[in-house]
């Protein structure tokens, strides 16, 4: 795999000129094209664009289809052998038809619209689990409100029974209260079995 800095070689017919477009000595077109390919292949495809519009010497240089690959194969594949693999095969068979430049931003567009789709479908989840959790809340609120309507309606019921048999109490004869005269009573007691 090709890394960025690393030299990419170029074909002459690429950078031929016309003795008119000859580079001045101590210009940027005095570097030979080797040294300005492996300059080129420091920078970004961003960079690299902006770089194509400055002449028509960078325009070739910028534009080489090897350094264009290299930027395809670096960026949109990752560690991997089998995607690298598929990406080097991708490129070859788009390559007649597209310059490495337009696949590479095709690939670019590709991830863009992936990653839009990503925070899109990131969002709908969002919402569904915020919904979702306000429906727990709701019944979380609910649950413990009958929780504790329960609670109070059996308190209820526990003091009601012991105010009626405390009413019951009050209203039988005395020798109820002992254990032994209610043992030799002899009718039985509405409340004993």
């Known amino acids: 795999m090709t890394q960025r800095g690393e030299y990419i070689p170029l074909s002459s017919a690429a950078l031929s000129l016309s003795p008119r477009e000859q580079p001045r000595p101590g210009s940027w077109g005095s570097i030979p094209s080797e040294c300005?390919?492996?300059?080129?292949?420091?920078?970004e495809a961003r960079e690299l664009t902006t770089l194509q519009v400055t002449c028509r010497r960078t325009l070739v240089v910028a534009s080489s289809s090897e350094l264009w690959t290299s930027l395809?194969?670096?960026d949109f594949s990752a560690s991997s052998f089998l995607q690298q693999a598929a990406m080097r095969a991708w490129v070859l068979l788009h390559r007649p038809q597209y310059h490495p430049q337009q696949l590479y931003l095709y690939k670019q567009e590709e991830l863009a619209l992936t990653l839009e789709a990503a925070r899109m479908e990131y969002a709908e989840r969002a919402a569904e689990m915020a919904e979702q959790e306000r429906k727990q809340g709701v019944v979380r609120v609910l649950n413990f409100c009958s929780v504790r309507l329960l609670h109070?309606?059996?308190?209820?019921?526990c003091l009601l029974t012991s105010i009626l048999i405390r009413f019951k109490l009050r209203h039988l004869p005395v020798e109820v209260y002992g254990w032994e005269l209610a043992l030799h009573h002899k009718k039985p007691l509405p409340w004993v079995l």
């Open 72 to 74: 395809l194969l670096l």
């Open 152 to 157: 109070f309606l059996f308190f209820l019921c």
């Open 36 to 43: 300005e390919l492996v300059i080129c292949s420091f920078l």
